[in-house]
């Protein structure tokens, strides 16, 4: 009896288990949908308001990608990036024999490529397609590597030594200055310096040994040879105690400063660049007893980093957009680098008491009081920016922007909760969203969505919430989410997400300010509630 009761009791016991679950599935997935007649679910737009917000000189060191090269954004103006790197030894103390001769100087520097477009030809060579490279193909320009004469210090006297030394994008003239001697990549091929360009091929290395050759091949990235002569003083011949550690070997040996200029009218190119997978690889020769040994030394291109930008020939449109004046905007310019942003407020004015139609008022937003009020349950939140291809014209469109709490300088808490993944981590939080849809005009236009649910809820139902303004700015890296801060310690914004300074491009977005009667209209910024309400 026993036996056969406790087989009866597991069905049970396991459609408890299962109801139980899949009421935990539905509030995860699904909260505060509610689906029987004594709720009514409704789609609303509500007030959102969007202003551009210029920055100036940013933050810059130590950035985990940088720009170098220059491009003409016809929409925004020419940014010119250059880059400082300090250097450090692959392995500390190294000893060099007096008999000790170097053959070569190389540094390299791997370059981006679409891994989807490459193509393995029949005789094992591979085409590359670059992937992160902007302006015309091919385009030439002057590439200079200097050693750097300026000490890029760990910590910041200002601050006792107990905050890291901040670099700010505007500090071109205070390194191009103490830059010492004349550019490192001074050979033959002006391919590594008065006409350098980001070729696309890969790099193929014979060598014979014992008669047989052997062919190795190497993924497209930078490659210039070095002064010889530099490096034997520098290197092999240093004084006694500069080469025992990193910390007296960046004293010792600076840095390296890449300078890069167009050639005449002629325009530019822009490729992002992982500088901290470079390296400088010296091959020396000592003979000892008669017998030549080949041998190498590595510096890699590791340490404080500072990435350099000029902004010229500013596009009229987006100077007079930027101008500081905090009014709602038609078109939204959001720059990288030292660049632009955009600020948004939710929920409209704040003109009665809390119940949002009568009395005084309370700080608050009358659209949320309603809310409130009403205890509506929130579905999906979510913000909708339409691009202005017209206004883009030709520009590189960036792929993904980022929205997060400008008042406080964090992120939101649908960024936090949301752990999507994708096999590209460009595409990481995809639920979050802010990546790229392209669409026809036909089809509705192009545009970036954000699901910010979790906020939204969080304001209605609780009180205490603030309604904070949001910030908007281009991203390189979504998975990044710290600030930067702004050179000007006393302006407003004091800082600004990180991942927007690697950035090199801009995106133009129609805002909320738009006529009626305007063509793009339906274009403006939305910002959408689904909802449930009693009736």
């Known amino acids: 009896m026993l036996k056969n009761s406790f087989f009866k009791t597991i069905p049970f016991l396991l459609f408890i288990v299962l109801f139980n679950s899949c009421d935990k599935e539905f509030n995860v997935v699904g909260e505060d949908l509610i689906g029987d007649n004594s709720f009514d679910i409704q789609k609303s737009e509500y007030s959102v308001e969007a202003y551009n917000q210029k920055l100036g000189p940013i933050q810059s060191n130590n950035l985990e990608v940088n720009p170098l090269g220059v491009y003409d954004n016809p929409s925004f103006g020419t940014t010119n990036a250059n880059f400082v790197t300090q250097v450090t030894l692959a392995e500390v103390s190294p000893t060099f024999d007096t008999s000790a001769a170097i053959k070569s100087v190389v540094l390299t520097i791997p370059y981006f490529f679409d891994k989807t477009k490459t193509v393995v030809n029949s005789d094992g060579s591979s085409t590359y397609v670059l992937d992160s490279i902007y302006g015309p193909d091919k385009a030439k320009m002057k590439l200079s590597v200097y050693e750097s004469g300026y000490f890029m210090r760990d910590l910041d006297p200002e601050e006792q030594f107990s905050q890291p030394q901040k670099y700010y994008s505007n500090q071109y003239p205070d390194f ?280 939204i809820r969080n304001l209605v139902k609780y009180a205490d919430s603030t309604n904070v303004d949001l910030g908007l700015v281009v991203t390189e890296d979504i998975n990044k989410s710290s600030f930067y801060s702004l050179r000007n310690k006393t302006g407003v914004p004091l800082k600004a997400p990180m991942a927007s300074v690697m950035n090199p491009l801009g995106t133009i977005l129609f805002g909320n300010n738009i006529p009626t009667d305007d063509k793009d209209y339906n274009k403006r910024l939305k910002f959408e509630i689904y909802y449930t309400k009693t009736n």
């Not at 809310?371 to 206004?391: D, G, H, Q, T």
């Not at 520009?395 to 922007?401: A, D, L």
């Open 176 to 455: 191009n200055q103490l830059k010492i001697g004349t550019p490192l990549n001074d050979g033959s091929n002006k391919a590594e310096n008065s006409e350098f360009f980001f070729d696309p091929a890969e790099h193929v290395v014979k060598t014979t040994t014992d008669g047989k050759e052997t062919t190795t091949r190497t993924a497209p990235g930078m490659k210039l040879n070095l002064n010889k002569e530099f490096f034997l003083k520098k290197i092999i011949k240093a004084p006694a105690g500069s080469l025992v550690d990193n910390n007296a070997f960046k004293d010792y040996f600076r840095g390296v400063f890449f300078n890069i200029e167009t050639i005449g009218s002629n325009p530019g190119n822009m490729a992002m660049l992982n500088f901290k997978s470079g390296k400088i690889t010296i091959t020396y020769t000592e003979t000892v007893n008669s017998v030549a040994t080949d041998k190498t030394v590595i510096l890699n291109l590791s340490g404080n980093t500072v990435s350099l930008l000029d902004q010229s020939n500013t596009n009229v449109n987006y100077a007079n957009a930027t101008i500081d004046d905090k009014v709602s905007d038609a078109n939204l310019y959001l720059k990288g680098g030292e660049g632009s942003m955009s600020v948004l407020k939710l929920f409209g004015d704040d003109k009665f008491g809390a119940d949002g139609v009568s009395g005084e008022h309370n700080g608050v937003a009358d659209q949320l009081d309603i809310m409130r009020k009403n205890k509506y349950l929130i579905n999906e939140a979510s913000l909708v920016f339409y691009l202005n291809s017209a206004a883009m014209g030709s520009s590189y469109v960036p792929q993904r922007i980022y929205l997060y709490d400008f008042k406080n300088n964090q992120i939101l808490i649908d960024y936090l909760e949301t752990s999507t993944v994708s096999s590209n981590t460009k595409n990481n939080k995809f639920v979050f969203g802010g990546i790229f849809t392209k669409k026809s005009d036909v089809d509705g236009g192009s545009y970036y969505k954000f699901r910010i649910t979790n906020h």
